[in-house]
T-cell receptor, first 111, second 116 residues
């Protein structure tokens, strides 16, 4: 089952902050975050693993609440390059292996 | 980060013909590769999971005989769209991971397929 992302879209001014949420109805093993620019493939941002380990971009932060099966991605002091569509992908179960993606959050950062 | 290469990036084919898309992991051995399809302004829809040396696992609703997936080696997986129709036109993206759950999954550049 597809995780649910919110909001669907957000418009920011350069320097502003935003939070993108991802929630699942299943117990999660890991959450993966990607950003996709129009016409391009998704680019890896971060993984959050059950148990607290994180791997990813130094300037991107995220949280993972295992009990609530939710993750949030924090865009801090946004830059124009942050524009794009953000997807969360979730692995479920003890060893999910495959990623199921949310519907995406379109972010537009304006000067 | 790791590099996954996908080829061709764009392909146009005639209805009824078959087209093959390749996905290669360039600097790591991919135990698992995934094939996705994406419609404009929509999310990534998983089509199948491909494990080296074994048959692909297809998602519900994906026709196995139409979308043939082969994972011949630890660095190469191919998707063949057989007897293509205009409704098969889409953006197809592969991804690959080294190891198993919890490891980073990297995406290829994607392939735009247009069936005329």
């Amino acid at each position: 089952q597809q995780p649910v992302q919110s909001p669907q879209a957000v418009i920011l001014r350069e320097g502003e902050d935003a939070v993108i949420n991802c929630s699942s109805s299943k117990a999660l093993y890991s959450v993966h975050w990607y950003r996709q620019k129009h016409g391009e493939a998704p680019v890896f941002l971060m993984i959050l693993l059950k148990g607290g380990e994180q791997k990813g971009h130094e300037k991107i932060s995220a949280s993972f609440n295992e009990k609530k099966q939710q993750s949030s991605l924090y865009l801090t002091a946004s830059q124009l390059s942050y524009s794009g569509t953000y997807f969360c992908g979730t692995e479920s179960g003890a060893a999910g292996n495959k990623l199921t993606f949310g519907g995406g959050t379109r972010v537009l950062v304006k000067p | 980060g790791a590099v996954v290469s996908q080829h061709p990036s764009r392909v146009i084919c005639k209805s009824g013909t078959s087209v093959k898309i390749e996905c290669r992991s360039l600097d790591f051995q991919a135990t698992t590769m995934f094939w996705y399809r994406q419609f404009p302004k929509k999310s990534l829809m998983l089509m199948a999971t491909s494990n080296e040396g074994s048959k692909a696992t297809y998602e519900q609703g994906v026709e196995k005989d139409k979308f043939l997936i082969n994972h011949a080696s630890l660095t190469l997986s191919t998707l063949t769209v057989t007897s293509a129709h205009p409704e098969d036109s889409s953006f197809y993206i592969c991804s690959a991971r080294a190891g198993f759950s919890g490891n980073t999954i990297y995406f290829g550049e994607g392939s735009w397929l247009t069936v005329v």
